[in-house]
């Protein structure tokens, strides 16, 4: 808490620099497994499937009735998630 306030004038930079990047050519140039783990109701979710068109071995995994932060709010869902996928790309 103490460093949110510390930079709270400055919160927004972050969302606002990951906003402005365009992931398309790492996407493209990925060749390894890549995993698009998103919540249901997230509001770049409508990008999935744009990602999943670059990326030459995506898999997209959805957390259903979540709006968004799905680390936060379904942590327990979101590592198994992360795990089976991990577990799969060794594979």
Do not use: C, I
């Amino acid at each position: 808490m103490v460093e949110l306030m510390r930079v709270a004038d400055r919160y927004e930079w972050g969302y606002q620099a990951a906003f402005r990047f365009d992931p398309s050519d790492a996407l493209a140039a990925a060749d390894v497994p890549v995993l698009l783990l998103n919540a249901e109701f997230d509001r770049l979710a409508p990008k999935d499937a744009l990602a999943l068109d670059l990326a030459r071995d995506a898999r997209l995994v959805v957390l259903p009735g979540l709006p968004g932060q799905p680390h936060l709010r379904a942590p327990g869902d979101f590592a198994a998630a992360l795990l089976a996928f991990t577990l799969e790309a060794q594979s």
